[in-house]
């Protein structure tokens, strides 16, 4: 497990990491109480990775179209 707090790590990262988690949970060779905070730091990993594709979304989202299909500029986000 990584020392890099889930809150500061890139989406790259965090999918990285949750990989290694999942795979050490699946095989089984961990004891309970290792168990239990991997799959509290998995938790939190893949709400992490699900915040960040959100924010990625809402970016592609915002981005504007010419008739020709070119990126012309951002809409205005709601909320900003």
């Known amino acids: 497990?990584?020392?890099v707090a889930v809150d500061e790590m890139s989406f790259e990262a965090a999918?990285?990491?949750l990989e290694q988690v999942l795979g050490?949970?699946?095989r089984g060779d961990v004891a309970l109480d290792q168990s239990i905070t991997l799959y509290e730091?998995?938790?939190?990993?893949k709400a992490r990775c699900e915040a960040k594709l959100k924010e990625a979304e809402e970016k592609v989202a915002a981005i504007t179209l010419d008739s020709d299909g070119n990126p012309t500029g951002l809409?205005?986000?709601?909320?900003?």
């Open 1 to 3: 497990m990584s020392d």
């Open 41 to 45: 730091r998995g938790a939190a990993l």
């Open 15 to 17: 999918m990285a990491e």
């Open 24 to 26: 050490q949970l699946e």
């Open 75 to 80: 809409k205005p986000v709601e909320g900003l």
